[in-house]
């Protein structure tokens, strides 16, 4: 009836790729792999996956080799970030998405290390959840898994911090070693 | 389908409601568009249908200019507001704090400021009442810049738009500059355009509020008073600067301009006293990084942006408030018009 109505959502053709990104394979164990830490600019996030990191390098056997801040909370890291992570790593851990425009570019983060093969853990403060999936569905990749923490992170002291990264800590071993992609079933 | 039958009226209220259904409106009504209404948008302006005028790659959106005038025609634009409007666009989106802005928790505001002789040819409101409402034009052009951003960009509040509190009239601070009686030149000749030469210039806003202040004739007086509400604290957020600007009222314009200050002057003067103690700042939890000295608040003179509109019939003024640590980067973006 009202086909004569102009639908103002239609822009160029998509620039997006269409289809179900893969994602990369699981470790059986994570002793001895290279880990990658991506942070964002928010208020103690380098701090929280440099916890993450110790904690997982104590428990787990896991070797810290590449710390990047990416320059902007807004847009995914920039190639040559990226590209330091593949290359030099087994895994990585991004976030912590603790913003409206941060959480979901760090799930188009994981969503990218993923399909570069690197199997990552994305953390995003419980606040956010909406627009992380979002991303994830605007990536074709509902269903994403990524781990929690309370939110907020940025007026934690250091010992705040310490202690919401160990609790983090199970939750990103499971997402680096387990299956648990909705999207891997592509 | 509704059973609005052959009632005209029905059937415009069913097309409004289509287009509620399909989640295309900012929760007030739209004005539902045709190809034609933008083959009439397209007229107006040397910008051909298929260019982009904007992108979020992270999202991976891009927005067309034909898609701009769809929404613009859906904003309420009439199609002559078309160049102005894809003006605004691109002011909007060349200030760098436009990249997070649209899903940010902080839910800012584009703050559109048009100089030249389209102002009364369009009729954009620049005297009493300049904020609004009251003005088709100053309601609709920022209006239009929110639904790009909602059907463009697909940034829709509670789902990749994260503000959490959101702003009155978000979508609509657009306002004409009080040339005729501003003591100063233009905003646009500030943003690098000649005078006489229509132009928009923008801002993210994350609010503004009002200094009242009829009783002094002092300019200094009056300056003192601006400069409290710039160093507010709960406008800092941390980091170098929290930043602020100004939509002076003509008496204050006019007051501060009979005192010998040009625009320059008065930014000069704002910057140097718009301070606070650390002491204060440190109570209050922000004492981090603003060292031992009186802390100034604001980034530097030139970016105490300084536009004149409003009616001269009280002595009042509005402080706005940037997004983030933005300050306006300074380029006003001329308005384009084809060549009949």
């Known amino acids: 009836m009202f086909e004569t109505i102009v639908d103002p959502t239609v822009g160029p053709a998509e620039t997006v790729e269409r289809g179900r990104p893969s994602l990369a394979q699981r470790p059986e164990s994570l ?7 991506l942070a964002n600019t928010k ?67 994981g969503i990218l290390l993923e399909q570069a093969g690197i199997p990552a853990a994305v953390i995003i403060s419980d606040a956010f959840t ?47 070693t387990e299956p648990v992609m909705a999207a891997a079933s592509a | 389908m509704t059973s609005a039958g052959t009632d005209l009226v029905e059937l415009a209220k069913a097309a409004i409601e289509y287009c509620y259904d399909q989640g295309w ?11 034609a209404d933008v083959a009439a948008c397209l007229a107006t302006t040397p910008h051909p249908a298929d260019e982009i005028i904007g992108s979020q790659p992270h999202l991976g959106r891009s927005v067309t200019v034909a898609q701009a005038a769809a929404n613009a025609i859906m904003a309420g634009c009439k199609p002559e507001y078309f160049p102005v409007v894809l003006a605004a666009w691109q002011a909007v989106t060349h200030e760098r704090s436009s990249r997070g802005a649209w899903q940010s928790t902080s839910g800012p505001a584009p703050l559109i400021v048009v100089n030249g002789p389209v102002r009364t040819r369009l009729r954009i409101n620049y005297a009493g009442g300049a904020f609004g409402p009251g003005f088709r034009p100053n309601a609709t052009i920022g209006r239009a810049i929110g639904l790009i951003v909602r059907n ?57 509020e009002y200094i009242d202040n009829r009783s002094t004739d002092s300019a200094e007086a009056v300056l ?17 600067h929290s930043s602020g600007g100004l939509v002076l009222g003509p008496e204050h314009a006019q007051l501060l301009g009979n005192a010998g200050y040009r625009r320059t002057d008065v930014q000069q003067w704002l910057f140097e006293h718009a301070v606070r103690d650390p002491a204060e ?28 509109a409003g009616a001269a019939n009280a002595a009042m003024s509005m402080v706005f408030r940037p ?15 084809k060549e009949q």
């Open chain 1, 31 to 37: 002793a001895g792999l290279r880990l990658g830490l």
């Open chain 1, 43 to 109: 208020r103690n996030a380098e701090q929280f996956l440099a916890d993450v990191g110790r904690e997982l390098a104590d428990h787990y056997g896991i070797v810290p080799v590449v710390a990047v801040k990416k320059p902007n909370i807004v847009e995914t890291a920039p190639a040559e970030l990226m590209s330091e992570l593949t290359e030099h790593c087994d895994i990585v851990v991004a976030g912590v998405g603790d913003c409206g425009s941060c959480s979901a570019s760090a799930v188009a983060d």
């Open chain 1, 130 to 176: 909406v627009s992380a999936n979002a991303m994830a569905d605007l990536r074709n990749a509902p269903g994403y898994a990524y781990v929690t923490t309370p939110h907020p992170v940025a007026n934690l002291t250091a010992d705040g911090v310490r202690a919401r990264a160990a609790q983090a800590v199970p939750g990103i071993v499971a997402l680096l």
């Open chain 2, 25 to 35: 409106t900012d929760g007030l009504p739209v004005v539902p568009a045709t190809a």
């Open chain 2, 152 to 208: 463009g960009y697909g940034v829709r509040p509670q789902e990749l738009e994260q503000a959490t509190q959101g702003l009155p009239g978000r979508w609509s601070v657009c306002l004409g500059e009080n040339e005729e009686m501003s003591p100063w030149e233009p905003l646009s000749v500030v943003g690098g355009v000649p005078a006489g030469v229509d132009a928009v210039s923008a801002m993210l806003i994350r609010t503004v």
């Open chain 2, 224 to 240: 003192t008073d601006f400069a409290d509400t710039l160093a507010r604290m709960g406008a800092y957020v941390g980091g170098p």
């Open chain 2, 281 to 308: 700042m440190a109570a209050a939890g922000k004492g981090e990084h603003v060292g031992d000295g009186p802390f100034r608040m604001l980034p530097s003179a030139e970016a105490i942006p300084i536009v004149v």
């Open chain 2, 323 to 337: 997004f983030g640590w933005a300050a306006w980067t300074g380029r006003s973006v001329p308005v384009e018009w």
